[in-house]
C-alpha cells in the first residue's frame, strides 16, 4: 500500500532554534496535510496544501508541496516550549476522497 | 460549537469480550472516518461512512470489526473478541462533504486497552 516516509523521527533542539522535517513518497499525492498531535489528544490540522509548488505559513509554521507531488516540508521558526508533541504529514491520493496516508511521525523535544 | 465527540476515551477490555467506541460528528458533518494508531506509529485508515452507508472500508480488518453510521445517532466502531492486538488509540474525524478543502477534523481518541 501507500507509505510515507517522514524524517527525522525525532528531534531535540534548544528553544528558540528552528526546526525542518519532511515527508517523502514513492506515490503522487494530489494534497499533502501537516498535523500535530499532543500526548493523548487527537490530531489537530496546522497547514494544508492542495497545489503542487504551493508555499504557506501559519504563524511561525511553512509548509510546501513538492513540485513533483511526491514529497512536502514543515518549517518552524524560532521553537517555543508549546511546540513540542508529534509532528504527522498526511497526503490524500485522489483529491476530495479524504482517505489520508500518514507519516510516521517526528517526535519534537524542546530544551528550554 | 463542539467538536467531534469521542467516547469512552479510554476502554479495557478482557481478551475475548466486545469493544464499542462511539463518535458524534461535528454539527453539519455527513462524513465520518475511523482511523487506529498503534503506540509510536502514525494514524491508518480503518473506514469512511455516510449516513447508514460505509462508502470505503479498505482499512478495516477483515473479521471481528464493524463500523455503522445509523439514520440516529452516533457512528459506532465494534470489536468483538477482542485480543491484545486491538490495543491502540482508535481517532474517528469528521468533515462536511468531499472536497478540496473541505477540512478532516479529527475527535480526541478513544484509547482501547486489553488485558
Known amino acids: 500500500g501507500q507509505q510515507l516516509n517522514q524524517s527525522p523521527q525525532s528531534m531535540f533542539i534548544q528553544e528558540g532554534e528552528d526546526v525542518s522535517m519532511n515527508c517523502t513518497s514513492s506515490?503522487?499525492?494530489?494534497?499533502w496535510l501537516w498535523y500535530k498531535q499532543d500526548p493523548g489528544e487527537g490530531p489537530v490540522l496546522l497547514i494544508a496544501?492542495?497545489?503542487?509548488?504551493e508555499l504557506t505559513s501559519n504563524g511561525r509554521l511553512t509548509a510546501q508541496f513538492g513540485i513533483t507531488r511526491k514529497d512536502s516540508f514543515l518549517n518552524i521558526s524560532a521553537s517555543i516550549p508549546s511546540d513540542v508533541g508529534i509532528y504527522f504529514c498526511?497526503?490524500?491520493?485522489?483529491?476530495?476522497?479524504?482517505?489520508?496516508?500518514f507519516g510516521q511521525g517526528t517526535r519534537l523535544t524542546i530544551n528550554p | 460549537n463542539a467538536g467531534v465527540m469521542q467516547n469512552p476515551r479510554h476502554l479495557v477490555r478482557r481478551r475475548g469480550q466486545e469493544a464499542r467506541l462511539r463518535c458524534s460528528p461535528m454539527?453539519?458533518?455527513?462524513?465520518v472516518y475511523w482511523y487506529r494508531q498503534l503506540p509510536e506509529e502514525g494514524l491508518k485508515f480503518m473506514v469512511y461512512?455516510?449516513?447508514?452507508?460505509?462508502?470505503?472500508e479498505s482499512g478495516m480488518p477483515k473479521e471481528r470489526f464493524s463500523a455503522e453510521f445509523p439514520k440516529e445517532g452516533p457512528s459506532i466502531l465494534r470489536i468483538q473478541q477482542v485480543v491484545r492486538g486491538d490495543s491502540a488509540a482508535y481517532f474517528c474525524?469528521?468533515?462536511?462533504?468531499?472536497?478540496?478543502?473541505?477540512?478532516?477534523?479529527f475527535g480526541e481518541g478513544s484509547w482501547l486497552t486489553v488485558v
Open positions: 474525524a469528521s468533515s462536511p462533504a468531499t472536497g478540496r478543502g473541505n477540512t478532516i477534523y
Open positions: 506515490s503522487i499525492f494530489n494534497t
Open positions: 496544501l492542495y497545489k503542487a509548488g
Open positions: 498526511a497526503g490524500q491520493l485522489i483529491q476530495g476522497a479524504q482517505k489520508l496516508v
Open positions: 454539527k453539519g458533518h455527513s462524513h
Open positions: 461512512l455516510q449516513k447508514e452507508n460505509i462508502i470505503d
